[in-house]
Structures are given as structure tokens and as C-alpha cells.
């Protein structure tokens, strides 16, 4: 499967607790995008990544959040001591330019 | 704040209808529109419009741009019941690298 990659597909977890997914983008994309999407609404941008550099951040990624992308491939985001209102599907998306965005089938997050 | 509005939120058709989506944006230093459809999980890319007036088809569907009245539509003709699922419009701005998203459409095709 030559597409946008994501694990887990699902994480159920305590709140309080840390979780991180894993993003593996397609491989001659430079460009990585993390993205959260509740029901009934349309993806929220979390961050961007242009090779190893993260460009740009939204203020929806609180201090909780922090996301990496060691070496310009893989990403991984972090969610530090789990809030109820994490939960959420977080989607990855990559592109090689500026535009042209595979979305991944994303992590779907339950806290309880 | 720029802001995506779509509508309706949700539509039941029967199969062979015609359907059109709507898209308002505000959006500063608007540099194009995207159109996505969702079905269970990852948003497949359906259509990119960057100059108003020109109508881009695919199949079925096809959208238009208006940057005049800040709006795009998508139509589907003769549906079908794979054509149910939601449907997103997005767009894009030369300020930053994200796409601000509406609420998306969820369209119902009935047998």
C-alpha cells in the first residue's frame, strides 16, 4: 500500500493518560499535515510539517499536543494527560505540493 | 476569521436525482477552493478550482468557482447509492499552509 499510513487505527484510552500515533506519509511527499475531525464537522488543521521543520502550528494544539518529524519522514503527534475532549479522529495528510493532500484513514481516539 | 459554510448539512435523494452542493467561504488572500468526499474514514479529493467560470467534471460531477460572490457548488446527476457519503469543500489561502474546512454535507442516495 503505497498511501498515507496511520496507526493505530483506533486507541481507546484513560484520561490523564498519554497517547501517540504514528504517521508514515507517502514516501516522495515532503510535506506532512495533521488534522482533527469531530462528528459532524469538517477536519481542524493541528499543524504542518515541510521535511523535518514544523512551519506551522494552530492555536487548537495546546501545550498538551506536540507533534514530530524526525528526519523528514515518519510524524508522530503526542497527546500529553487526556481530556475527554480529545477524542476525536486524527487525520494525517501529505502532499508534495502545496496542495495536492492523501489523506490517511486516520486514528480514531476515545478517551473515557 | 476566515470561515467555510456549507449547506445543506444533510440531503436525502432518491437514485437518478440531481444534487447540488453549496459552499460560501470568507476567506482572506483566498487562493483556491477543494472540494473532498468522505465516506468512512480518509477524505478522497475530488476537485481544485482556482479561477472563477470554469467548470471542472468528472463522471458525474462537476464544480464551478465563483470569486465575484464567494461561492462554489458541487452537482452530481443521475446519483446513485454510491454516491452517499459526506461531502467537504475546503479552502485554501496564500497566508498559510492549511485548509479551513466547512462542516461538510451529508448526502443520503435511497434505492
Known amino acids: 500500500d503505497t498511501g498515507v499510513s496511520q496507526n493505530p487505527r483506533h486507541k481507546i484510552t484513560k484520561r490523564g493518560q498519554n497517547v501517540t500515533f504514528r504517521c508514515d506519509p507517502i514516501?516522495?511527499?515532503?510535506?506532512l499535515y495533521w488534522y482533527r475531525q469531530t462528528l459532524g464537522q469538517g477536519p481542524e488543521f493541528l499543524t504542518y510539517?515541510?521535511?523535518?521543520?514544523?512551519?506551522?502550528k494552530s492555536r487548537l494544539l495546546s501545550d498538551r499536543f506536540s507533534a514530530e518529524r524526525p528526519k523528514g519522514s515518519f510524524s508522530t503527534l503526542e497527546i500529553q494527560r487526556t481530556e475527554q475532549g480529545d477524542s476525536a479522529m486524527y487525520l494525517c495528510?501529505?502532499?508534495?505540493?502545496?496542495?495536492?493532500?492523501?489523506f490517511g484513514s486516520g486514528t480514531r481516539l476515545t478517551v473515557v | 476569521e476566515d470561515k467555510v459554510v456549507q449547506s445543506p448539512l444533510s440531503l436525502v435523494v432518491h437514485e437518478g436525482d440531481t444534487v447540488t452542493l453549496n459552499c460560501s467561504y470568507e476567506?482572506?488572500?483566498?487562493?483556491?477552493l477543494l472540494w473532498y468526499k468522505q465516506e468512512k474514514k480518509a477524505p478522497t479529493f475530488l476537485f481544485m478550482l482556482?479561477?472563477?467560470?470554469i467548470e471542472k467534471k468528472s463522471g458525474r460531477l462537476s464544480s464551478i468557482l465563483d470569486k465575484k460572490e464567494l461561492f462554489s457548488i458541487l452537482n452530481i446527476t443521475a446519483t446513485q447509492t454510491g454516491d452517499s457519503a459526506v461531502y467537504l469543500c475546503?479552502?485554501?489561502?496564500?497566508?498559510?499552509?492549511?485548509?479551513?474546512f466547512g462542516k461538510g454535507t451529508s448526502l443520503l442516495v435511497t434505492p
Open positions: 514516501s516522495e511527499h515532503n510535506r
Open positions: 482556482t479561477s472563477s467560470g
Open positions: 475546503a479552502a485554501a489561502s496564500n497566508s498559510g499552509y492549511a485548509l479551513n
Open positions: 495528510a501529505s502532499s508534495r505540493d502545496i496542495l495536492g493532500y492523501t
Open positions: 510539517f515541510q521535511n523535518e521543520a514544523q512551519l506551522e
Open positions: 476567506v482572506t488572500n483566498f487562493r483556491s
